[in-house]
């Protein structure tokens, strides 16, 4: 045992030794380890001047690196075979990359790295005038590696430039008319920049002044000849209201002392057409309510040849609209002045009157009496039967009977200015025993249930009135032309009442013979007459971009009138398009028209072509919830006759039977503007109610 424990310690001996023996020679080799050598470091810089640079810093010996980046930030570390990244702005930086090795010995490398951004590339610059104020001007431009863009519009000297971002639009309004250069310098991030400039011209006022004037136009010369210490000019609109919403109106300050006959007036280029219409309009704002506003025509030359009409204000601080009518006036006379007086017949007093939509228009259209929304009368006897017309002695309801059946009594019946007609019934009406039900309040029975597609017809001179569409009734469902329904599926086609108006058109007594006897209704109408907006005579509005055609809805880029055009096309920029109240549609034209070459004619005024002469048997159909409007009748047309839907015309013969197009009010439903796709563009019409 005693050998073993000697044994045991002599290994531990020797161990130890030897250990001791291998850290001296650790220990002098480390005196030999130098410093990192061969210090560098590659830079990669990004080509979208967003100055972010990739760092990988190279040693030999290094355990680890130290970067500072030269530009006042944070350093950072990275070990071999890492990338460092870092943003930087345009310039040269020195950048310094300290090796450090496993020792801690270190070595310091500095390099330079220039960081440099594009000029902005691919500038593109839109620079265009407003259609309707061509003194506005919009500057948009796009680039690429672009921040921001300095727009100059040199209308001043040092200007301030106005800053863009991509996808923003510069606006700036001229005050006088010229040449101006607009400049557009495109900056990067850096000192590179990209610049454009163009030409602008800012026109003047020249336009001359048409029928109806609404002061709207910035290129129409609106020159009001001011007499008597009254003076006229145009303004921005100081009082909007649902009576008038445009932006600009005429404005007549009659100075403290003004003649009683001060006033203004405005020569039009052309003499004014009294052959269809006779009734001037225009919207009025005065101080005073009853004041005399006195519209007069005159002739060119000759002062003493005129007519003149007065109306009165009715109200004070608002809108109204004063109607003249001119019927009277010598036709064979030429008008071309067209004369305001406010207040005439009292010396002046420093008040300010604006008016607006000056324009002419014919004798409104006959609207039948029957237009509108009617109810049963809510009174005792307004339903009854009896042996003979007019005798209710069988039964008749009682006052008691309209609260019992009020879901009878609240049913509408409603006759439309397009001829349709409609039963509106909610929810609920009175249901009777041949309808399945047990002469109670439910819910309406299919075809008397307001669904039918139906029409009237109205023949004043008879007294009778015929509802077409099955389902479609007046007063009860079950009552018609010789007997009383059994059964709802045997509801007729057609049903026709005498029909009795009183009350200036607002009660309509009803009879109806169902052969052995005779039912009455007393209807009484909601309300006044509903009178459509599109019902009176439109034009093509005499200004350029009236008409036009593009790619898309709206775009009228390939072509559009100018407003040369409204002088050298004037035969189709007089054809009117007559909207009725009784849903009647007509192209009146006259003896000539634009015909172009798919007419056989050669782009020149000539004699109307059939069938697009104005000789079609006509309707119209507006759907306002849709915005659509749809011309029924081969060779009736808004705007010009080969637009149809889904193409255009090459033969006169192939015109369709309905043309159906977009169109949207605006102007107090005095402007109209109408799209229709013709498969491969768009045309787009823009008319005014004269």
Request: proline content about 5%.
């Amino acid at each position: 045992m005693k050998i073993l424990n000697k044994i045991a310690a002599l290994i531990v001996f020797i161990a130890l030794a030897t250990a001791c023996e291998t850290d001296k020679d650790l220990l002098y080799s480390l005196d030999y380890i130098t410093a990192p050598e061969n210090v560098s470091a590659v830079f990669d810089i990004t080509q979208d001047n967003t100055g972010l640079v990739s760092i990988v810093p190279n040693a030999e010996g290094a355990q680890k690196f130290e970067i500072l980046f030269g530009d006042g930030s944070e350093p950072a570390e990275s070990k071999p075979g890492e990338i460092v990244t870092h943003i930087y702005e345009e310039g040269v930086f020195n950048v310094t990359i300290t090796a450090i090795g496993i020792t801690g010995l270190k070595t310091v490398h500095t390099q330079d790295l220039n960081v440099t951004f594009k000029a902005p590339e691919n500038l593109s610059v839109t620079v265009a005038n407003d259609t309707q104020n061509p003194r506005i001007v919009t500057v948009s431009a796009t680039a690429d590696f672009v921040t921001v863009f300095e727009v100059y519009f040199g209308e001043t000297e040092d200007e301030e430039p106005v800053l863009i971002l991509p996808g923003e639009v510069a606006t700036y309004t001229y005050t006088e008319a010229g040449s101006y250069e607009v400049k557009v310098i495109a900056k990067s991030a850096g000192s590179a920049t990209s610049e454009y400039t163009e030409t602008v011209v800012v026109p003047d006022a020249a336009d001359p002044v048409n029928l109806p004037v609404g002061f709207e136009s910035f290129t129409v010369n609106y020159a009001f000849v001011n007499f008597g210490n009254a003076y006229s000019s145009v303004i921005d609109n100081p009082d909007k209201s649902d009576i008038n919403t445009s932006n600009r109106v005429a404005q007549t300050v009659k100075i403290s002392g003004a003649e009683i006959w001060a006033g203004s007036f405005l020569t039009l280029e052309n003499p004014i057409d009294f052959s269809t219409r006779t009734i001037f309009k225009l919207k009025l704002w005065s101080p005073k309510a009853g004041a005399t506003v006195k519209l007069k025509v005159e002739n060119l030359t000759n002062g003493e040849i005129g007519y003149e009409i007065d109306a009165l204000t009715t109200v004070a601080n608002e809108w109204e609209e004063l109607s003249f009518d001119f019927s009277g006036i010598d036709k064979n006379q030429e008008y071309q002045k067209v004369v305001i007086f406010f207040d005439f017949g009292n010396v002046g007093d420093d008040s300010t009157y604006y008016f607006d939509d000056i324009r002419l228009v014919a004798p409104p259209s006959e609207i039948s009496p029957l237009a509108g929304t009617w109810k049963v009368a809510p009174e005792a006897g307004a339903i009854g039967v009896g042996p003979n017309q007019g005798d209710v002695s069988w039964w008749a309801n009682g006052a008691d009977d309209v609260n019992a059946r009020a879901c009878y009594f609240d049913d509408t019946y409603v006759f439309g200015l397009d001829g349709s007609f409609s039963n509106v019934l909610g929810d609920e009406t009175w249901i009777e025993g041949w309808q399945g039900g047990t002469d109670a309040c439910g819910a309406p029975v299919a075809p008397h249930d307001g669904t039918a597609v139906a029409t009237y017809t109205y023949d004043q001179a008879a007294g009778k009135v015929t509802l077409n569409g099955k389902g479609a009734y007046l007063g009860l469902a079950k009552v018609f032309n010789g007997g009383e329904l059994a059964n709802p599926a045997d509801a007729p086609n057609s049903i026709t009442y005498e029909v009795t108006l009183s009350d200036n058109d607002n009660t309509m007594i009803l009879d109806i013979s169902i052969g052995g006897g005779w039912w009455r209704f007393k209807l009484v109408k909601e309300g006044g007459p509903v009178v459509s907006p599109l019902v009176g005579t439109w034009q093509m509005a005499p200004e350029a971009g009236a008409i036009g055609v593009g790619p898309g809805l709206g775009d009228i880029s390939w072509w559009s009138n100018s407003n040369d055009d409204v002088a050298g096309r004037a035969c189709f920029f007089d054809d009117t398009y007559v909207f009725g109240a009784d849903g009647s549609f007509g192209n009146v034209l006259g003896s000539e028209t634009w015909i172009e070459g798919w007419q056989g004619g050669s782009d020149a005024c000539g004699t109307p072509v059939a069938p697009h002469d104005g000789t079609a048997d006509a309707t119209y159909t507006w759907d306002a919830e849709a915005g659509t409007l749809t011309i029924d009748g081969k060779g009736a047309y808004l705007g010009i006759p080969k637009a149809f839907n889904g193409g255009e015309l090459a033969n006169p013969a192939d015109a369709p039977d309905s043309i159906t197009y977009n169109i949207t009010l605006a102007d107090n439903d005095t402007t109209m503007i109408l799209d229709i796709s013709i498969g491969g563009g768009w045309w787009r019409f823009k008319l005014v109610k004269i």
